[in-house]
Structure formats: C-alpha cells, structure tokens
C-alpha cells in the first residue's frame, strides 16, 4: 500500500505541467551549439504576423556599417527601443551580438538582422536592419549583408574620426550603389569634434556637411531622426509580389531540431508553408514549414512578399544544402538564378586536428555546421605524421582564426589542436619528374610539410600586397621609414594632389581638387611590395 503511495506520488510529479513544480524535475540535456541553446526562444507556439499590411513602396532594408567601437551596436540598441521592438531597460547592450565570443570580446563578429516597425507621419513601415562587423577580418559579413540592402547608415566616432574600415565600408556600400546616411555618433564625449568629422566627410566621400546626423546612441540623442533620414533617403526595394518568387540566401545557422534556419531576402513573389521550393544549386525540393522575420528573435508569419527580409525552414538537414548566395524559386517556375557573392579569399591558413582522434568524426560534424554559418572559412582536408588526420583552414586573418577557434570550444564544446598560422607560397619547379607528378611547373604551397627541396626548384615565390595608407600628413616619414625597415618598397601616389602652403589649396595636379586647411589635409604613402 505505501509502495502504490509512493508511485502515484512520482506520476503525479511527473504530470506536473511546470517544469520547476517540484524539485525531482530536471530541464532535459541540449545539445551543444547556440541554436540548440535558443530552441527555448524559438517560434512555436507564436502568434503568427500579417506582412500583406506592408506593401514594397512602405519598406525600408538598410545596414548600419563602420570602423570597429565607433557605436554600431549601440545605435542598432536605440533604433530597437525607439520602434517599440524591445522592452527599453538598463540592460540593453549588444542586443543583436548573440554569440557568446561576441559578449566576452566585446566586438560583432555575425552580422545580425531585425525587423522594426515605424510609424512616420501617419504610415507604418518596415525597417529591416542589419548589423554588421567593423573588424577587417569579417568584411565578408558586411558584403554579403550589403546584397540584401538599399542603403546604409555610415557611423563614425565624433572623437576619433574616418578610420580605415570606414573607408573600405564606404567603398563597399558605393560600389553597389546603395544610397549613403552618414551618422556621426558619440557626440556627447568631452573630446568629441564633430564639426571636424564632417568636413572629413565631405573631403573623402563628397557627401555635403548638412547631410550628416549628429547623435549620441549611448543616450538616445537625435536618434529619431536617424529613422526619419532612413524613411526619406533610402528607396524602396525594386521588385513586385506578382512575379516569380527569386529569394537570395545570404545567410544561414543549423538547428539540431529544426534542421538549416536560412536568411533570405525577397527580390519577386512571396512564400508561406507548404510551397514547394527548388535550391537553383543543388536543384533540390524541399516543402517549406515556417517563414516568418526576426524581431530580433524568431516571429513566425504568414506569408513573406517581395522586397521583406526574413528566414525560411524548409526541412534542409544536410549543411551542405544551404549554400550562402544560392537562388530559392518555387517548383516548376524556375528563374534566373541572383548574382550570389564574390567567393572570400583567405589570408592565412592553419591545421586543425583533433586532441583524441576518435573525436575526428565529431569534429567534423561541427566544422561542417560552424562553416555554414561561417562561409568565409576554407577548408580542405589534411593528415600529419605526428596529429593524424585533421584539415587546413583558411581565414581572412589573424582574428577570424582566433575567433572560430573560439566558437568550435564554446558552441561545439570541441578541443582542438590548431598549428602556427602560415601563408600561401608558390615554387616553380624545375625536376621533369615534380612537373609531371604535378602537372605543372608552378605549385601552390599550403603545408609546410609539402615544401618541395630547394633542389627541384627554380624559384619560390612569396605573397606580396599593392596597397595604399591613408594618413594625416605628419606620419609619412615614419611610415615610410617603417616599410623600408621591413623591406618593403614605399613611394608618395602620384595621383594624390599636393598641399600649397601658402594659400591652403592644392597646387594642380590632373583631376584632384584639394580645398581646405593643412590641419584637414590628407596625405598618403603607396605600397608596392610589402611582405606578410
């Protein structure tokens, strides 16, 4: 009788509908990785959203690109609060940085997207931002976002000034023609000179003075008109609901339950559960379950139309199907598949090996989930005589590395030996019997361990970089002085136009026009050979 007691009491435990009800009842295990992480955040169970009420000419797509600290976050934050999509409270810091290498580094490494909805002037539209790094090392991230945009808030610190990714952003954004909002932010710091700033801005980029944004995101200052300035200057996408639906991938993350979650961007058509889709790459159909927009967090819709950014789950299992840059049509009405993205270039390659070799299959499985949401990543396979069988990936540098590395342990929980990082070389083989083991005379070198003998080659070949600095006048010499140290060959770009110091303007010189004071001038150095 106690025994039955007993029993009924555990079933009854059991039953309990909270998970915390009693202390005999445990959360179950998840497995590792970040998306599994969110599955206690993921979509079900939502009230699903009506995008009709949004048509093409009420959307706005744009990116909020800068140097690295210069306050994208912090302005992406404000823009959150001010459209009502999150709770404003003392805890809103890096709301879009998910990853929990982002939080500790305190720096985006994923470019992050959110749907906001404003109401300007008696109509409501949709605002989809995306977030994107500022380090050097993940500009694909911010190419990659660029595609699915119109326009772009350029952020630059009010104290420090244009910087070099301020500059490669901006290329990136007038090289796709989108239309240019320059923010200049942090205008509440004691130091702050944003009247410099400007003129900077009108100097480099030819963007008038009266165009700029002054704010401070940190307390929300003239933040709303930087929505407003979205609202008025960026255009609407060009596209139409009653075409074919033609959807660009441009990005994509795994989860363990719900299979590849893809970020797509609608240039024609719309798409709700149960179509039946075709990847224009693999030529594989699959039947959609969910689409919906992220808000920042996952919020299920009906229907997504043209010209909305949103994700797609359509029951793809295999990371090798969601290929970043891949064309999504509807079945039996194919389209003309979308550009895609310039492949990344890596710039330095490292081995990576397991610790235990029965965790290489492992290892694996979570390289191949971490490289899709990560494509910049190369990776080919390798064996070494003292780590056994690994790969050899490639990165866009030194941080990228550091940061995957990061991920793998934190996201994968995978312990991992990673080699010296190494850059590509090149021999030129003389040995007959090298070049028709090869099957040609010039080889690429990426493990060290593959270098041919001295004896078989001609010649080796180093990579070298053409390239320009842009720096204030002042710190010419020492630039130069410094490459010339590091055996490198500098000499001054002819093209730039040089200083009258007498009046302030430039002595002529071809097409450039330089107006303004010593202080503003810009000087610079040209690079011709500079060894990695």
């Not at 909270?18 to 955040?41: D, H, I, K, N």
């Not at 600290?69 to 409270?89: C, F, M, Q, V, W």
């Not at 979650?261 to 559960?273: H, M, R, V």
């Not at 204030?472 to 630039?479: A, H, L, S, T, V």
Request: neutral net charge; hydrophobic residues 40%; charged residues 20%.
């Amino acid at each position: 009788m106690a025994f039955a007691g007993r029993t009924a009491m555990w079933w009854a435990r059991l039953r309990s509908p909270c998970l915390c009800a009693t202390p005999l009842c445990v959360l179950p295990r998840l497995p590792p990785g970040s998306a599994a992480c969110e599955r206690l955040y993921s979509s079900r169970g939502k009230e699903k959203l009506d995008m009709s009420t949004y048509p093409v000419e009420n959307i706005r797509n744009f990116s909020i690109i800068a140097h690295v600290d210069h306050g994208k976050s912090t302005l992406a934050d404000r823009l959150l609060e001010i459209t009502g999509t999150i709770a404003k409270t003392a805890h809103n810091k890096q709301v879009l940085d998910k990853l929990q290498v982002e939080r500790e580094r305190g720096i985006t490494v994923k470019a992050q997207s959110a749907s906001l909805f404003y109401n300007h002037e008696g109509v409501n539209y949709l605002l989809n931002l995306i977030d994107t790094p500022g380090h050097v090392d993940f500009s694909y991230e911010v190419s990659r976002s660029l595609s699915a945009c119109q326009g772009v808030i350029l952020v630059v610190d009010a104290n420090e000034g244009i910087q070099a990714q301020t500059v490669a952003n901006f290329y990136l954004a007038f090289e796709a023609q989108l239309a240019v909002i320059p923010v200049i932010n942090k205008i509440d710091l004691k130091h702050a000179d944003p009247e410099r700033v400007e003129k900077q801005i009108e100097k480099l980029f030819d963007i008038p003075v009266d165009e700029c944004v002054r704010i401070s995101a940190k307390q929300g200052t003239n933040v709303e008109k930087v929505l407003q300035k979205i609202i008025e200057k960026i255009p609407p996408p060009q596209c139409n609901t009653a075409d074919p639906l033609k959807a660009l991938v441009f990005d994509s993350t795994f989860d363990h339950y719900r299979g590849v979650i893809a970020n797509i961007a609608l240039f024609g058509g719309e798409i709700q559960k149960g179509h039946k889709i075709v990847s224009a790459h693999t030529k594989k159909r699959y039947e959609v379950n969910e689409v919906g927009i992220l808000t920042p967090n996952e919020q299920p819709t009906h229907k997504l139309y043209a010209g909305q950014v949103g994700y797609v789950i359509a029951g793809m299992k295999e990371v090798t199907e969601a290929q970043i840059g891949d064309t999504l049509f509807l079945y039996k009405q194919p389209v003309e598949p979308l550009p895609g993205f310039k492949s990344a270039k890596p710039m330095v390659f490292a081995g990576m090996y397991p610790v235990d070799q029965t965790e290489y299959n492992n290892l694996k499985s979570a390289l191949e989930k971490l490289t899709l949401n990560d494509s910049s990543v190369t990776i080919h396979r390798d064996s070494s005589l003292a780590l056994g069988a690994g790969w050899r990936l490639g990165f866009l540098g030194l941080l990228h590395m550091e940061v995957f590395n990061q991920r793998l342990e934190q996201e994968y929980n995978m312990s991992v030996i990673l080699t010296a990082p190494t850059v590509p070389y090149k021999a030129i083989l003389s040995s007959a019997k090298l070049i028709k083991e090869y099957g040609k005379a010039e080889i690429t070198i990426i493990n060290p361990a593959q270098f041919p003998d001295k004896i078989s080659v001609s010649e080796y070949l180093e990579p070298t970089v053409l390239g320009t600095i842009v720096t204030p006048q002042e710190y010419i010499g020492k630039i130069i002085v410094l490459c010339q140290v590091t055996t490198s060959f500098c000499s001054p770009f002819p093209s730039l136009p040089t200083l009258d110091p007498e009046g302030g303007n430039e002595k002529r010189s071809e097409k450039n026009i330089w107006k303004g004071t010593s202080e503003e001038y810009y000087g610079a150095a040209h690079l011709v050979l500079l060894h990695l």
